[in-house]
């Protein structure tokens, strides 16, 4: 029997029947102005059992052959399943590791089982924006093979996204160009598409400011605009879920928990559960926990405004974002609220916000059990801990923190931390480095103070 073929379209994702193929150029639908989604044909996706797709899954996974051994191409049919395989742009993607927080999940009350780690920043360029990017740029890749007119790929970023376009835009040769607020980025995150030749344009605004700007610039023929309400990208980020789940034996957590900026994510992630339950892969769903740092809460305030129970018609209203240590979602006006609501009323969701110095102090809370935290990962943790104090997350649930960041992408924050030079923190788990004179019974002197031994 020859294997059944599936194909994915564009479909208008507020209600109406507009629907185009993947190759068009849109990014929203005409006819409503509602962002699109990527809809698959599940009746044909559905001849192959659950156990078949986890077979197949499980023997490309990390394996191969090249690209299906990324964690995102490995899952190729439910994600852009008529693309060429030689258009694939991959630099092997997802597989990120799981990591079990048994002594920090005990120091919050929990048991050692409780609490995984999803390293999303354990990838290429150091953040989960790889899993979209690469779909995206694949996409790209396609279109100009079959003579769809895209000169470069631009995007408006807080950081990882444009490190991400970048970099996968570089492996395929096409051009791209990132729209950065100024000073409002890490420096590792600037330098990251200046080594890979973007075209680098530094605006004195913050993120909402250069959305507004690369929306108006991609609304011109060439230009091809790489933002998650791009909803190619939302397909690769989707694969997350499946691998966390995979990652557990083909179970489902508990709880997943994980920072909210533009939502893209918290929507992808949404869709990756419900496409395995849809598929049979799953028997039921995690409930979904959106954290938003304080600073920058427009979700949190919509939904606390309504009782504390988001529902798809709720309205978010914009909001000034200020200043956060969590730079990556200091979004004000998310563009995937609507897809984050619909996702978390269908996960039983909650959202939560934290203070600079909560996320702060969790984020070393995790980094002294072993994690290396970023500040969006802090921010996840930080809800998690509140969760927990509460009861609300009891010992005995399973709850995957989803970490969006490398740590290193982000040593300014670390080394403020420690130094205590963070602005609005009092940190509470700093450990200085010791300045020792070049000899031996100094360092002794420093081990014994420490210690309370004395080599
Ligand atoms: C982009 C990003 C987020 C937020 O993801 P959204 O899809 O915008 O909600 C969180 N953390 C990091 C490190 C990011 O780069
Ligand atoms: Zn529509």
Not at 52 to 64: H, M, Q, S, V
Not at 205 to 220: I, N, P, R
Not at 223 to 244: C, D, F, H, P, W
Not at 347 to 370: H, I, K, P
Request: hydrophobic share 45%; net charge neutral; glycine share 10%.
């Amino acid at each position: 029997m020859s294997p059944p073929s599936f194909r994915a379209r564009f479909r208008c994702s507020d209600g109406c029947d507009f629907q185009a193929e993947l190759t068009e150029v849109v990014y929203r639908c005409p006819r409503c102005q509602g962002l699109l989604e990527v809809e698959h044909d599940l009746e044909a996706l559905a001849q192959r059992s659950a156990a078949e797709w986890k077979a197949l899954f499980d023997g490309r996974f990390r394996a191969g052959p090249w690209p299906l051994g990324s964690g995102v191409w490995g899952k190729k049919e439910w994600v852009y399943p008529q693309l060429a395989l030689e258009n694939v742009v991959s630099m092997y993607e997802g597989g990120s590791p799981l990591l079990r927080l048994d002594r920090y999940a005990q120091e919050l009350g929990l048991g050692p089982d409780d609490v995984w780690l999803k390293e999303c920043g354990v990838t290429h360029t150091g953040s989960f924006k790889d899993l979209g990017m690469t779909v995206l740029v694949s996409a790209v890749k396609e279109m100009r093979a079959r003579g769809v007119r895209v000169d470069a790929v631009a995007c408006a970023s807080t950081g990882d996204t444009s490190a991400a376009l970048a970099a996968y835009c570089a492996a395929a040769g096409i051009p791209s160009v990132v729209l950065l607020p100024r000073g409002k980025i890490s420096i590792a995150q600037l330098v990251q598409p200046i080594a890979n030749g973007a075209l680098v344009l530094e605006l004195d605004t913050d993120f909402d400011g250069c959305m507004k700007v690369v929306q108006e610039l991609a609304s011109a023929p060439g230009l091809y605009l790489a933002n998650s309400m791009n909803s190619l990208r939302i397909e690769g980020q989707k694969t997350l879920a499946v691998e966390l789940a995979q990652q557990l034996g083909w179970e489902v957590p508990d709880w997943v928990v994980i920072p909210g900026g533009n939502l893209g994510n918290a929507s992808a992630v949404g869709r990756g559960f419900l496409m395995m339950k849809q598929l049979g892969l799953v028997s039921r769903l995690p409930r979904l926990v959106v954290a938003q740092a304080r600073s920058a809460n427009p979700l949190f305030r919509a939904v606390a405004a309504a009782g504390g129970k988001p529902t798809r018609d709720l309205e978010v209203a914009p909001v000034a974002a200020q200043k956060t240590l969590a730079s990556a979602i200091q979004i004000g006006a998310p563009v995937s609220a609507r897809r984050a609501l619909r996702a978390l009323e269908a996960l039983d969701g909650l959202v939560e916000d934290a203070t600079e110095q909560e996320l702060s102090d969790a984020a070393a809370r995790a980094d002294r059990a072993g994690a290396y935290a970023d500040p969006h990962t802090g921010v996840a943790l930080a809800v998690l801990e509140k969760l927990a104090a509460r009861g609300t997350i009891r010992k005995g649930e399973r709850v995957a923190v989803i970490s969006t960041a490398h740590g290193l992408k982000f040593s300014d924050f670390k080394v403020g931390y420690h130094a205590g030079s963070l602005p609005c923190v009092a940190p509470r788990l700093v450990n200085p480095s010791v300045q020792v004179a070049a000899s031996l019974g100094a360092v002794q002197d420093a081990v014994a103070k420490r210690f309370g031994v004395r080599a």
